[in-house]
């Protein structure tokens, strides 16, 4: 077995998150075992993004299963569902936009490849916006014709 293939099969043994029993969650275990598969593929940093990867699906679970009172069913899942996650991230969590569009773009993905499987007709998370992300101004300084009339000013 080639070094890919054996830093695979340790990668899903290392990883294997036992996340729910219920049939309905299988789509998300066959979606990690993908995910696994193409960041193996991709080389280092490809367990800190499946790490990343289940920790938001198994908070987007929790977090359905607590609000609905019901056991997580990908085709239930709608547009409100996703919308709701997101300002509960940011309301109730208080993430910062960057935090909240990494669990977004994870949603889309695996409601994305949910699709593409055939679990669901079309995917909730399709039309759901990421947050605006500000960047970091570099600050502005004073020109010399600015710098010099503040001088005058000043010395008034």
């Known amino acids: 077995m080639g070094t890919l293939g054996k830093r ?3 990668l899903r043994r290392s990883s294997r998150i036992p996340v729910s029993e219920s049939a309905e969650f299988q789509a ?13 593929g991709r080389g280092s940093g490809g367990g800190e993004t499946i790490q990343t990867y289940l920790s938001v699906m198994q908070m987007f679970v929790k977090w359905f299963e607590q609000t609905e009172g019901v056991e997580f069913d990908v085709k239930q899942i709608t547009p409100i569902h996703i919308h709701d996650y997101r300002s509960y991230l940011a309301n109730n969590l208080e993430q910062k936009p960057a935090t909240i569009n990494k669990a977004i773009a994870t949603l889309k993905t695996f409601f994305g490849w949910a699709v593409e499987a055939k679990h669901i007709g079309s ?3 399709a039309k759901v916006k990421m947050k605006s992300v ?13 710098q010099n009339r503040l001088l005058v000013v000043m010395d008034t």
């Open 28 to 40: 998300v275990e066959v979606e990690r075992d993908r995910v696994q598969g193409v960041a193996v």
């Open 134 to 146: 500000q960047k970091n101004q570099s600050p502005k300084w004073l020109s010399k014709n600015e």
């Open 123 to 125: 995917s909730p998370a």
């Open 8 to 10: 695979s099969s340790q």
